[in-house]
């Protein structure tokens, strides 16, 4: 069963906040978890990619994976006007590519 | 810079007419997608290739058809197209070895209406 559930948003929040966008799925086959950043009228664009259970940071950007809770997460510091965007989270392990969630939102107020 | 090419942005074409969206990648990759976004419905698979000629259903394939003649472009078939089909249309690709999964780098889009 593909299931993966994401909070549409729009999510609104001031620059310097920071910021936390989150997915949830419900197929334990699942195993890479990546978020992928979209800009409007642009496709989407490979953000952070992670394997396994834990924490990976890029800079300002953190995704952490919770295999148990089924549960991922993306941390923006510091977030930053240019950090406006549709965020997806996805996941691989099936037959025929990644899942999708359906996105979120986020407006940074300067 | 690496680039997965789609050949209109915007498109306008009438009901019943035969659509073809064009897709070209410069980076070798053996496999490639095809989507469509929805407000509300988010990303959702249409067809895919991992290999010149072979193509696969994804999870809505009704209403398309897929060619895959040369390994850097797929083309994606509207065979008559129907208002439910206005949408944005997403192609992608990555390397095979990486699995089905990993680094899809997707085009700018192309923005289908349907009248």
């Known amino acids: 069963q593909k299931e993966v559930e994401q909070d549409p948003g729009p999510l609104s929040v001031p620059e310097g906040a920071i910021v936390s966008l989150n997915c949830t799925y419900s197929?334990?086959?699942?195993?890479?978890f990546m978020w992928y950043r979209q800009y409007s009228r642009k496709g989407p664009e490979l953000l952070m990619y992670?394997?396994?259970?834990g924490n990976k940071e890029d800079g300002r950007f953190t995704a952490q994976v919770d295999k148990s809770s089924k549960y991922i997460s993306l941390f923006i510091r510091d977030s930053q006007p240019s950090d406006s965007a549709t965020y997806l989270c996805?996941?691989?392990?099936?037959?025929?590519?990644?899942?999708f969630g359906k996105g979120t939102h986020l407006i940074i107020q300067p | 810079d690496v680039k997965v090419t789609q050949s209109s942005r915007y498109l306008v074409k009438r009901t019943g007419e035969k659509v073809f969206l064009e897709c070209v990648q410069d980076?070798?990759?053996?496999?490639m997608f095809w989507y469509r976004q929805d407000p509300g419905l988010g990303l959702r698979l249409i067809y895919f290739?991992?290999?010149?000629?072979?193509?696969e259903k994804g999870d809505i394939p009704e209403g398309y058809s897929v060619s895959r003649e040369k390994k850097e472009r797929f083309s994606l078939i509207l065979e008559s197209a129907s208002t439910n089909q206005t949408s944005m249309y997403l192609c992608?690709?990555?390397?095979?070895?990486?699995?089905?999964?990993?680094?899809?780098?997707f085009g700018s889009g192309t923005r289908l209406t349907v009248v």
């Open positions: 996805a996941w691989g392990g099936g037959a025929d590519g990644l899942t």
């Open positions: 197929n334990s086959a699942f195993q890479y």
């Open positions: 992670t394997y396994s259970s």
């Open positions: 980076m070798d990759h053996e496999n």
């Open positions: 290739s991992y290999d010149v000629k072979m193509k």
């Open positions: 992608a690709s990555n390397r095979a070895g990486t699995g089905l999964d990993y680094g899809y780098t």
